[in-house]
């Protein structure tokens, strides 16, 4: 189903979410992405389960609707920048045109990167502005109070909360933690850090099945399981995708209406409230999906609901939002 053909109706996605979310009527205002200067749009896409999930012709139509030339390319992801020459290299050998991105955001918005190509080789190099807005931040002085007021949770044979040391750094802490927290705990830790007058940003995931069957181990997380097998968790941050993007977007002056990103799990959530334009992907998690319904009017017209997985969705609602 084209995005054409469902101007002012709803996209029916599935499980509990059908017609919950009104499609916004992108079609009504023929300057929703401006006709501007070189880099004047930006499309900041979720790699994982968003813009990685797609076939050869999905990338063959993305490269037909993005144009280097106007639109600024970011992905913003939880890989590091690591990840991505061998990422780009797997896809090269399975002849995928993958495009490079003008921008590497990492570790869930903890990292920005400049990326250049020399000799088939990427180049990432450091964004320093971004270095010193979080030069400041040591998770290690926020998570004393976290600590303490989750003490009862952290403790036990089964405590309900388990810090783990996947991707940890001075800005970035990750905990599992039991999914009967899920709905309570990112607002509890606000709170606590509000308390304490602590600065921190509260990143919410979820570990999918087959990720937690890889884990070490796993017998010491078989209590915090759902019924799936899955596990929530938690990261304490300095930063969040979100916010990344908004850092990008004030420094190349883009406007609200001339960005879109997407993605299809809590830790995009940051991405959903920030005024610019969010596509959810029809194999975006429930909890993403189940967020939005908590925006304000005016943020949920700028949600967009496809009707597609992966890739598939974000270039249904490029065809909608850059049509001319």
């Known amino acids: 189903m084209l995005i054409s053909n469902v101007l002012n109706s709803q996209i029916k996605t599935g499980g509990n979410y059908n017609n919950k979310v009104p499609f916004c009527s992108m079609y009504l205002k023929t300057d929703i992405l401006e006709k501007t200067n070189q880099h004047k749009q930006m499309l900041a896409f979720d790699l994982d389960g968003t813009f990685l999930v797609g076939s050869k012709k999905d990338f063959d139509e993305f490269n037909r609707l993005y144009n280097p030339d ?3 390319l970011v992905f913003v992801t939880g890989k590091l920048i690591e990840e991505l020459q061998p990422m780009l290299d797997k896809y090269s050998a399975n002849g995928i045109d993958f495009p490079i991105p003008d921008y590497f955001i990492a570790n869930d918005g903890q990292q920005i990167y400049s990326i250049t ?8 190099n450091i964004d320093n502005e971004w270095e010193t807005k979080l030069s400041t931040f040591d998770v290690s002085k926020v998570l004393p109070s976290i600590e ?7 403790i036990g044979p089964k405590p309900s909360i388990i810090p783990i040391s996947y991707k940890s750094s001075s800005r970035l802490k990750w905990f599992l933690f039991n999914h009967s927290m899920k ?14 007058n602590l600065q921190a940003e509260v990143i919410l995931d979820y570990v999918l ?7 070490k181990n796993l017998e010491q997380y078989s209590h915090l399981l759902d019924s799936n ?3 929530y968790a938690f990261a304490i941050a300095a930063s969040n995708k979100g916010e990344a993007i908004k850092f990008l977007q004030q420094k190349f002056n883009i406007k609200d209406s001339n960005v879109i990103a997407a993605g299809n799990a809590q830790n995009d959530i940051s991405l959903s409230d920030k005024g610019f334009w969010f596509i959810v992907v029809a194999n975006a998690l429930e ?7 908590k925006l ?7 949600i967009i609901m496809a009707s597609k997985d992966g890739l598939a969705g974000i270039n249904e609602a490029l065809k909608g939002l850059l049509k001319s």
């Open 229 to 231: 097998g899955g596990c």
């Open 117 to 124: 190509r020399e000799n088939n080789r990427i180049k990432a």
């Open 287 to 293: 909890d993403l999906k189940e967020s939005t319904l």
């Open 183 to 196: 709905d309570t705990i990112g607002e509890d830790i606000k709170k606590v850090l509000a308390q304490n």
């Open 70 to 72: 106007k639109q600024k």
């Open 209 to 215: 099945p087959e990720d937690m069957k890889k884990k």
């Open 148 to 154: 303490k007021s989750f003490q009862k949770d952290l």
């Open 296 to 302: 304000g009017e005016k943020l949920k017209k700028t």
